[in-house]
């Protein structure tokens, strides 16, 4: 099992305050899932994803991910688990404005201390893969919306993570434009990545294999996604 959740709960203390934005969530994701993730505002999506991507731990409960118990790292052992196992897609980019396509998805490979030499190659790959092959010397404003997606998503797989976590990557893109990036996400499936999606849109949610409900802070639904096919 790749995610392994059990009764996890998460407390946020503000002076007098006590907020439990997860109330006993239990979890498992397998290799190779598709996996929505849908909830209105405030149910605890944003404070899930942080933990799934080991940016934030929980208060209490277990979560193993690829085995490893989370709970009990530091945060440097935590930033190299992210570094090296997962990628993540966020619905603003979160591109460097001032570097190019190529200097974007060429970061992650510095800070896994992938050689000099081996880095330009490697960026080159995954943008090219994405179909940004004519566009890796523009800077991020000089691309629409769908394109700078999909620079976020060549920086997300350029270290190989197996895994990809997308918090509302179709939120700033049009319909369409929000398609063509989870047709991506799907061939990025069939090659064998684990996708888990946060989503406010059913239509976006509806393509990954698994829909997970959240509500205040528990699980409400969790049930494979059937394509209803009609007889005529
Ligand atoms: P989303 O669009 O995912 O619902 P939010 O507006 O809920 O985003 O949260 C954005 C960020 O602010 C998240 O990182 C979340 O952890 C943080 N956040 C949300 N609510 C609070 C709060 N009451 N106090 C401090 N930080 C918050
Ligand atoms: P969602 O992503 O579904 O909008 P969040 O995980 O952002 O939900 O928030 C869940 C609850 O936890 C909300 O009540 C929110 O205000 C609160 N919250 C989130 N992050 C923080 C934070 N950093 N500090 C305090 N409260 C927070």
Known sequence: MLIEIKDLRKKYIMGEMEVEALRGVNLNISTNEFVSIMGPS???K???MNILG???TPSSGQYLFDSID????????LS???NQKIGFIFQTFNLLPKLDALQNVELPLIYSGVEKHLRKDLAKKALKRLGLENRMNHKPNELSGGQR???AIARALVTNP???LADEPTGNLDTKTGFEIMEIFKELHQEGNTII????????????DRGIIIRDGLITKDALNTTIISPN
């Open 70 to 77: 989370i709970s009990s790292r530091t945060d440097d052992e």
């Open 197 to 208: 999606l946060i989503t406010h849109e059913p239509e976006i949610a509806e393509q990954a």
């Open 54 to 56: 080991c940016l934030d």
């Open 80 to 82: 190299e688990i992210r």
């Open 162 to 164: 197996g895994i990809i």
């Open 42 to 44: 405030g149910s605890g």
């Open 46 to 48: 944003s404070t899930l």
């Open 149 to 151: 997606q999909r620079v």
